[in-house]
Structure formats: structure tokens, C-alpha cells
């Protein structure tokens, strides 16, 4: 349990810090220390080294474990990233306050936010309370929107008000649904918990429960970026530092994502609202599937192209879960591999930035010649996001569609691959212009976005999406399997 706090309120601590230590090196420094210290406690508390997590507030089941190490793998990759990044990339000094310019030092508010959205997705994911819930999901709007605002230009001060105030209405609707999920618990009910709510469901409020869901979906549907709720992502994605961008869509998203299978863990529990809910995330999957590869297909601005492949994906999940069985267990899968590939896509593109100081795709040709590493990494990271073998989405995508066909679901299968093609053919003009196009007549100096620590997270992170691909360890398919099995789905 000390284990449990530490992760929460480690980062807490050392981002207020961090606001006032003046040497940029040392704050730098504490920001990858923190890092990987989660990075050790995290895996100690998913292992069961440091003891069981089991309390009606705090606890860690195969669900929070699986969502636990995703976020603090993907920070420690960012952090590492960001030594370089901040070096590239210069802060604004405000005016000094006894001596300190922390107000103003966009570095300094840079590495205290990223140590406390650290602490808020931590406390989201290793709730079990679902009130307790909601304020880590919240807190983690909070902490971020500074973040999005790094650069202090008009577009990222717009993308910063977009997305606090989309979220934060997104975040109302979700507390209205743990009021109304509050409404159709029982006397019997002893904990405001998953478990402690679908131990007694034959006593829940179904037309309560059902309303609840709605609200939730739509809630934290938004945070997760699934459509029509997705219009703060494009922006936010695109102007957030190429780190923290890293974050939202490979961490954040998992967050509101995993606040969803909460509520639907309940319904699961319940017969008669575990169609409903099914049904709803089959069709929110398909939009959202179907919004992203539109949007796609001809998108000139390659932060903003990845941030719609975020929807898309973001309706894989949703899809999964909403046919059931082992499509959740899928989901789950596609979960870990979309968040380690989209990672390191987002932070390939800060080295493509670095270099070609544009975001248009038209801007950026013979990458491979230019930047081999990130080239190559890039071209890489194209053929895991859009679902080719080996990558483990190809895995996960391939189990969902044969979920979808066992099940005679003939119209979701056939539109759900008809959607995969349209992002794939966008995504695919895209990738290929800039990584085989033929160099510009202005140079550029590739070695510039090319360091060791700029390349090593991507390389790091995209292995391990092609070894899942090839081999799920033990522990990966036992966490999977327990986390689907939570919510009435079966074994991959």
C-alpha cells in the first residue's frame, strides 16, 4: 500500500519542486529520475513484490496493472526524450519573483506538469473507487492543459482552452453518471466499487444503470477522444510538445478509456444492460472509425494525421469491447500495442520537426536519405499503426474481425475492415511522400533530430510492439486474459 502512494505522491511532491529549482540541468535530471523510480515501483506493485493492492479506494487488479505499466513505461520514454527536446526547443523567462523565475519559465512548468500529470494518471488508474476515479481523470485535464501550451503561440493557447474546456464538460457528464450509477445502487451495496457493485446486481436499478452508462460514455468518451466527442484531440495533439503529445495519446486516452470499462464491468454483471452497453460501443467504435479515416485521407499536417489515427484506434477499442468475448481480451492487446507504436510516432515527428521546422506533409520528403534513423523508424511505425504483420495490432485487429465474423456480425465486420483500408490508403500517401519522396532543394541537417536519446525511446517502444506481435509472455497474456475475463469477456 506504501508502495501505491509513493506513486502518486512522489511526482506531486517533486514537480512542486521542480518549480523552483532554478538550475535547468537538475530539473531535467530529477524529471528522469522520478521517471524510472515509477517506472521500478510500478513494476514491483504488478508483480506483487512490494504486496497485494486490494482497498475499497486505492487497489490494483489485473486491469489497473496492465494500464499501470503502460503509463509509466511511456513517461520514462518521454522523459528521456525530453532531455533533448528542451534543449531544441527554447522557454520564455518571466519576470523574477524573489530571485526565481519560475512563473514564467515554460521549462520549469513543463517538468513540474509532466511530474503531476504523472501523479493524476497514476491515481486514475489505480482507483477502484469510481468517485475516486473521476477526480484522478480530472486532475489529469489539469495538469496537462499547461502542457499543451508550451510553445505560447496563438494556435497551442487555443488548443490548451479546447481541449481544458471539452474535457472538462466531457468530465461533468461523467460525474452526472456517478451520481446516477450512485442512484441505482441498493441498500445492499457496501462499496462504491466494480467488484462491490456487480457482487450485488441483481439489486442495481437497471433504468438507472442504463442512464449511468449513457453518461459515462459520452463523459469520458470525450477524454478518450472517441467520436463525434473527438474535436479537442486533432488540435491538442498537434500543438502539445512532441512529448508530451507522446502522452496524451499513448497514456491519457488509456486513462479515460479504462474509466469507460469500469462502468461497463458493472453492466457486464447485469443481463439486461449488457447488450445496451454492448450495442452503444459497437456504434460509437464505428463512427469513430469511420470519422478518423475521412479526415484521413486527405490531411495535410502530420501531427494532426496522427492524432485522427488516435480516434481510430480509440474505435478499435471500443468496437472490441462492445462484441464481447475474446474481442476484449483483443481490445486489450490493441490497447498496449497502439500505445507503445503511437508513442513513438509522436515522437518521431519532434525529431522530423526539429529538422524541417514544418508540420506539413508536403514540406517533408526523402526522410530516409535525410534522417535514416528516424526514417526508418518512421516508415516502421507506419506499417504497426495501420495493422501489419507481425506488430501485435495486426494481432489484435485480425482477433476482433474474427470475433466479428464467429458471431455473424457480416455489416460490423465488412465496415470495420472497409475503414481499416481508408486509414491505411491515407495514411499510406502520407508516409510514402515524406519517407521516399525525392529531397528538396533546401538543405537540411538530419543529425540534428538524430541524437541517441531522441531515437532510443522510439527504438525501445517499437521493439517491443513487434516481440508482442511475435510472442505475448506469460504475464502479458495472464494480465490480458484476467483483465477480460473482469469484464465477461473470454481468454485471446
Known amino acids: 500500500m506504501n508502495t501505491a502512494y509513493a506513486l502518486i505522491i512522489l511526482p506531486v511532491i517533486t514537480g512542486i519542486i521542480s518549480l523552483f529549482i532554478s538550475s535547468e540541468r537538475l530539473r531535467r535530471n530529477l524529471l528522469v529520475v522520478v521517471a524510472f523510480v515509477h517506472l521500478f515501483m510500478s513494476i514491483m506493485l504488478c508483480t506483487g513484490a512490494a504486496g497485494e493492492l486490494n482497498g475499497s479506494w486505492i487497489g490494483l487488479d489485473h486491469l489497473g496493472r496492465l494500464f499501470l505499466m503502460i503509463v509509466s513505461l511511456l513517461f520514462a520514454g518521454s522523459a528521456i526524450y525530453s532531455m533533448e527536446y528542451l534543449d531544441k526547443h527554447p522557454h520564455f523567462d518571466g519576470p523574477a519573483i524573489a530571485g526565481l523565475r519560475m512563473p514564467g519559465n515554460s521549462n520549469a512548468v513543463f517538468v513540474a506538469c509532466m511530474q503531476l500529470f504523472l501523479a493524476a494518471m497514476s491515481l486514475s488508474v489505480m482507483s477502484t473507487h469510481l468517485g475516486l476515479q473521476w477526480i484522478g481523470i480530472e486532475a489529469t485535464t489539469l495538469a496537462s492543459t499547461p502542457l499543451i501550451y508550451y510553445h505560447r503561440n496563438k494556435r497551442s493557447l487555443e488548443a490548451a482552452w479546447k481541449y481544458m474546456i471539452l474535457c472538462s464538460v466531457g468530465i461533468a457528464l461523467a460525474l452526472m453518471g456517478v451520481f446516477f450509477l450512485a442512484m441505482a445502487a441498493s441498500s445492499h451495496v457496501q462499496q462504491f466499487t466494480p467488484v462491490g457493485l456487480a457482487l450485488f446486481s441483481g439489486y442495481l436499478k437497471i433504468e438507472w444503470l442504463k442512464v449511468a452508462f449513457i453518461f459515462f460514455l459520452v463523459g469520458y468518451g470525450t477524454k478518450m477522444g472517441l467520436a463525434p466527442m473527438h474535436t479537442w484531440l486533432p488540435d491538442a495533439h498537434s500543438e502539445a510538445p512532441s512529448p508530451v503529445s507522446a502522452m496524451l495519446s499513448g497514456a491519457l486516452l488509456n486513462c479515460a478509456f479504462l474509466g469507460l470499462l469500469r462502468i461497463y464491468q458493472v453492466c457486464a454483471a447485469v443481463p439486461g444492460v449488457a447488450s445496451f452497453a454492448s450495442e452503444l460501443l459497437i456504434i460509437f467504435g464505428l463512427i469513430s472509425l469511420a470519422i478518423s479515416g475521412v479526415f484521413i485521407l486527405r490531411q495535410p499536417d502530420y501531427k494532426r494525421m496522427l492524432a485522427y489515427s488516435s480516434v481510430e484506434h480509440m474505435g478499435i477499442l471500443a468496437l472490441g469491447v462492445g462484441l464481447g468475448g475474446s474481442a476484449i481480451a483483443a481490445a486489450l492487446l490493441h490497447a498496449v500495442g497502439h500505445s507503445l507504436v503511437k508513442s513513438s510516432l509522436f515522437l518521431l515527428s519532434g525529431n522530423i520537426l526539429a529538422v524541417y521546422a514544418s508540420k506539413k506533409i508536403e514540406d517533408i520528403k526523402g526522410l530516409l536519405k535525410t534522417m535514416p534513423v528516424s526514417g526508418a523508424l518512421w516508415l516502421a511505425g507506419f506499417f504497426a499503426i495501420t495493422g501489419t504483420p507481425p506488430f501485435t495490432t495486426f494481432t489484435s485487429e485480425f482477433a476482433i474481425v474474427r470475433v466479428a465474423l464467429q ?84 481468454p485471446l
Do not use: C
Not at 455473424?408 to 472497409?418: D, M, N, R
Open 407 to 490: 458471431s455473424h456480425s457480416w455489416t460490423i465486420a465488412i465496415l470495420y475492415l472497409l475503414f481499416l483500408l481508408l486509414v491505411f490508403i491515407g495514411m499510406l500517401t502520407a508516409f510514402m511522400h515524406m519517407s521516399l519522396g525525392k529531397k528538396g532543394e533546401v538543405e537540411v541537417d538530419g543529425s540534428a533530430g538524430e541524437s541517441f536519446w531522441q531515437v532510443l525511446p522510439p527504438v525501445v517502444f517499437l521493439t517491443a510492439a513487434l516481440f508482442l506481435g511475435l510472442y505475448l509472455p506469460d504475464f502479458m497474456r495472464s494480465a490480458i486474459n484476467g483483465a477480460a475475463v473482469l469484464l465477461g469477456g473470454k
